[in-house]
């Protein structure tokens, strides 16, 4: 009988420890930030007189999936650019989303996920002219004035973009 007393405790407490280790690793699977309607703003005051660039994307578009890849063959060449990314996919799907962005090497680059269903308050927030199209890019200068792009992002436009040199293979 007293034996089996001194087991609970312990089987509690190891199932709290496995508990806990099994919510580190999810919670150290991805480095999502919930995207929310202040969001933005607080992107942009993070990056204060400093030039950066902002891409949108999900898993559930193609073309995406081809500029994270660019993006990453020329962050490798190029590890100082400031890059933000927002996957617009439900923050339910972090895990896939975190899937992506691992093989990708970008697990240390800053990451949000729309966080509110209402996501075209979301989309408003960033831009009023924009109407859910991706991949979307945002590059703002020093002073943050913003340029916006739809579609793959381009060699020669980052090059336009970034007042420094960059390196392309």
Known sequence: MISSRLNFPILLRLAAGIFL???????AADNFKP????????IKSS???QEFLLG??????PPCLVE????ARILELNPE???????T?????????????????????????????????LRFSIDQNWYGELPRSYFF?????????????????????????????
């Open 21 to 27: 280790f099994a919510f580190a690793a999810i919670a």
């Open 35 to 42: 995207f929310n309607a202040d969001s933005f703003q607080e």
């Open 47 to 49: 990056y204060e007189g």
């Open 56 to 61: 949108l994307w999900s898993v559930d578009c």
């Open 68 to 71: 994270l890849e660019f993006m």
């Open 81 to 87: 650019i400031p890059y933000v990314l927002i996957s």
């Open 89 to 121: 996919d439900a923050i339910e799907q972090r895990e896939v989303s975190a899937e992506y962005l691992e093989d990708l090497g970008f697990t240390e680059r800053e990451s949000w996920m729309f966080a509110d269903s209402f996501v075209e308050r």
């Open 141 to 169: 200068d020093t002073n943050h004035a913003m340029k916006s792009h739809s579609g793959i992002v381009s060699k020669q436009l980052l090059q336009e973009w970034f007042s420094r040199t960059l390196f392309f293979e």
